[in-house]
């Protein structure tokens, strides 16, 4: 499902934090929003996931409201385990949809594998290493199958073996069909994933395009700059 | 000294002999004090969970009450049950006073807001914990609130610890509900007032020992059941 937003602002206290922002995603991709801290990103996230009042403008989806917030996750940058299980985290949102348990308890142990996490079901989630954590957060939004996958910097204070780990994933669940939109600030993670770049600057949308034009060539000299490792 | 030694003797001898009396009022106060326990759980704990995690207009003053009415003082809470359970007051056709039915619903009234204010204040620190897994989940009001009861039922068992206490040492309101009558609504804390004033110290003395291991039993017994302190922080 693709969305457009038009005209959306965020305002908190009188203060603008996002845009106005016109904007149009597609149906697939993998889109990795860039840009400074401050800058909007998590804002914009959170208001194409629904979850952020929006002052100004509309966000529209292709389908209905409700059946979009069904087929989204979101993983969000420190990843929140609840006081359960890994098996208990895993199963968590199927129960929501009050799934048959059969099949909650066959996917529970699938993605167990799937997440490297098959011999640890019983342990409690809050105990896990920092990268079993975010890989557990990362299981448990796709194990919904979402048509729309956010992700906030999923691999932020991560070290390279679990950033591969969440790569390969990401990748994996790109390949089956799943839309992805994440922020991050590393560079090299976004060249690596990008289909396409949405660069943000000052609460707006300052540049957007294909992956392959915006390492090679970005248009606007703020996203150069920002390239290049410079502040902006 | 002598009294309290005595009261130690006389709560031996009441234990060992298995007095029948003893036996009797000990399972009516933990009958009174357990049902009011279980039903103010059942108000409280969904009502101090939905606190925490709703916004409305007046909630700070809802929680302020609450608070002030952990304060409540039995006797007052008493005295209106006793008016409203009286023959002559609007419940009185129900012929509940001096019952040990009157006596659950005095002490439902006295721990509900206790239980609901210890649960609000644990509930909160959960709330922000889950509050944005939650919310992007789509999770309906209900499930958000079984959530943070089961994630949190470790805290919460420490409210209903909590209200259990206060219900099992009180003794103004079921006085005046329940009567103090012998073989029908006698509790621990109502026989140890009464005998207090009949100057029989030491059985006095010996009901207090009884209630106080009682008490620290029941606490106990819990705390087994429920392994806290076992499995670390959660």
Known sequence: ?232 | MNDIWAGIQAAFELIITFDADLVEITLRSLQVSLSALVIASAIALPIGTWLAIRRFRYRRATIATLNALMGLPPVVVGLIVYLLLSRSGPFGVMGLLFTPTAMIIAQVIIITPLIASITHQAMRELWAEYHDLLISLNTSNRQRILTLIWDGRRALLTAALAGFGRAIGEVGAIMIVGGNIDHATRVLTTAIALETGKGDFALALGLGFVLIALALLVNFAIHALSRTEREGRW
């Open chain 1, 1 to 232: 499902m693709s969305v457009s937003l038009l005209d959306v602002q965020v305002k908190r206290r009188g203060k603008a934090i996002l845009g106005p922002i016109n904007l149009d995603l597609g149906a697939t991709g993998f889109t990795i929003v860039l840009g400074p801290n401050g800058a909007g990103k998590t804002t914009l996230l959170k208001v194409l996931h629904g979850v952020e009042r929006v002052s100004g403008g509309t966000v529209h989806w292709s389908v209905s409201d409700t059946e979009a917030r069904q087929a989204q996750a979101y993983v969000f940058q420190s990843p929140i385990m609840l006081r359960r299980s890994v098996r208990e985290n895993l199963a968590y949102p199927l129960r929501l949809l009050k799934l048959d348990k059969a099949d909650i308890a066959m996917r529970v142990t699938d993605w167990a594998q799937r997440i490297g996490l098959g011999d640890a079901l019983d342990r409690p989630a809050p105990r896990l290493s920092g990268g079993e954590r975010q890989k557990l957060a990362l299981g448990r939004a796709l194990i919904r199958n979402p048509k729309v996958l956010f992700l906030d910097e999923p691999c932020a204070n991560l070290d390279g073996r679990s950033t591969r780990e969440i790569e390969a994933l990401l990748l994996d669940a790109h390949t089956a069909g799943t839309r992805i939109i994440m922020t991050t600030h590393d560079l090299g993670q976004a060249r690596r994933l990008a289909s396409d770049v949405v660069f943000m600057l000052n609460g707006g949308l300052h540049e957007q395009g294909p992956a392959s034009d915006f390492f090679v060539a970005a248009q606007t000299a703020e996203a150069q700059a920002f390239l290049n490792g410079d502040i902006v």
